[in-house]
């Protein structure tokens, strides 16, 4: 009986997989994340040159902040709502991420986490049983982990389900059954935080290379190896982001992309691709991968604020500590925008916020980049400017 309920099991992540929800541009999107380096070193880095070759590297691809806890949090929720600090977090139920727009369309999504103890793991880290750090640190930390920071994810046990450890990427990448959003975070060696860039970046090309192998993925899968945050806190907040994967044609293998990106644009490219609605926050406005743009024809443009962009300090807002502007509350998300998938804000986004439809906003669909210095302007809602 107990074999049998296996197999059944296996049959019906078989089946789920099989259930593809066809995109513009890639049909899935694995997004893999490493820790604190400047764009120049990791660019030298013969490891990340040989990796490079396969893929499209975007040489303006900008972090939003400092620490690494904010820019992992912006990349799924449009915000960070003034986060400076990398300590337990949690995000009230009422802001959603882009869990909730891809649920809208039925489009599979998991988080695997290097040596994550299991769904519904809540702690700030663990030490694996196999290994611990140098310095005696936590193997899996949650800041690295955004979803489990947001209560629409936390409070729900379906979702806590899908935060899972790299040992059930193995699983499900055997099954061919990995969902269609992906976001992975190696453990503190092997991301580069608790070790070095060469230490990370030789993990790296061990870990991306297999997955480029013809015959992995039968769908379209685009790749995406990036940094949270660079290492020097005095420079511009520039990363590193290579695009790989079987949906990067032969012709930009070993190419570059100029376009102006930060981790928003995740947002934006899985809305533009997949047709989504949007949040209603800093989602909206920001630059789609020119990958896909060059599928769809939608037009990128540089935020009118470009050449200012820093971002190595964290603007005011309910989770900042240090700015001297103090905000108590999460802004509410405009509910007048429309986002890169040509849809307005999620219905039920709009709902949960209808009592303060009326309400001042910082987000203005322009794309413009803010920090500590550069402070978002709260304005009545409007659709987008620009």
Not at 210 to 217: E, H, I, Q
Not at 284 to 297: I, Q, Y
Request: no cysteine; aromatic share 12%; glycine share 8%.
């Amino acid at each position: 009986m107990f074999a049998s309920l296996i197999g059944l099991i296996g049959l019906l992540w078989r089946v789920d997989a099989a259930a593809v929800v066809s995109g513009r541009a890639f049909d899935r999107f694995i997004s893999i994340w490493l820790e604190n380096q400047d764009f120049a070193k990791v660019a030298a880095d013969p490891d990340f040159t040989d990796i490079r070759k396969h893929g499209i590297l975007q040489t303006r691809y900008y972090a939003q902040t400092h620490p690494s806890q904010p820019n992992y949090l912006a990349a799924v929720g449009g915000d960070y709502f003034g986060l400076d600090h990398d300590e337990f977090l949690r995000i009230p139920e009422n802001v959603s991420t882009i869990v909730d727009l891809l649920d809208t369309r039925q489009i599979g999504w998991r988080g695997y986490f290097e040596g994550n103890p299991g769904p519904g793991y809540m702690a700030v880290g663990s030490i694996s049983s196999s290994q611990s750090t140098p310095d005696g640190n936590w193997d899996y930390v949650r800041k690295h982990n955004p979803f489990v920071s947001y209560d629409s994810v936390n409070k729900n046990g379906t979702r806590l389900l899908n935060l899972l450890s790299f040992k059930d990427f193995e699983i499900d990448l055997a099954a061919g059954a990995v969902p269609q959003f992906v976001m992975m975070s190696p453990d503190v060696l092997n991301d580069g935080h608790n070790t070095t860039l060469d230490y990370a970046t030789k993990w790296a090309r061990q870990f991306v290379m297999p997955l480029l192998a013809d015959g992995v993925f039968s769908e379209k899968t685009l790749i995406q190896l990036t940094y949270d945050e660079t290492e020097d806190y005095a420079e511009p907040n520039r990363i590193v982001s290579l695009l790989l994967g079987n949906a990067v044609p032969d012709s930009l293998r070993g190419s570059t992309d100029d376009t102006f990106y930060t981790h928003y644009s995740i947002l934006a490219t899985m809305e533009h691709n997949w047709e989504l609605p949007n949040l209603g926050r800093f989602d909206v406005g920001a630059n789609v991968f020119k990958l896909v743009t060059d599928v769809t024809g939608y037009v990128n443009s540089d935020p009118p604020n470009a050449a200012t962009a820093n971002n190595s300090v964290s603007y005011a807002g309910p989770y900042n500590r240090n700015h001297t502007t103090k905000l108590a509350t999460i802004a509410p998300p405009n509910l007048q925008l429309t986002g890169a998938g040509g849809l307005p804000v999620l219905e039920a986004i709009r709902q949960e916020w209808a009592t303060q439809a009326e309400a001042d906003t910082p987000y203005d669909g322009t794309g413009n980049v803010y920090d500590g210095d550069n402070m978002p302007v709260y304005r009545p809602q409007g659709q987008n400017v620009g």
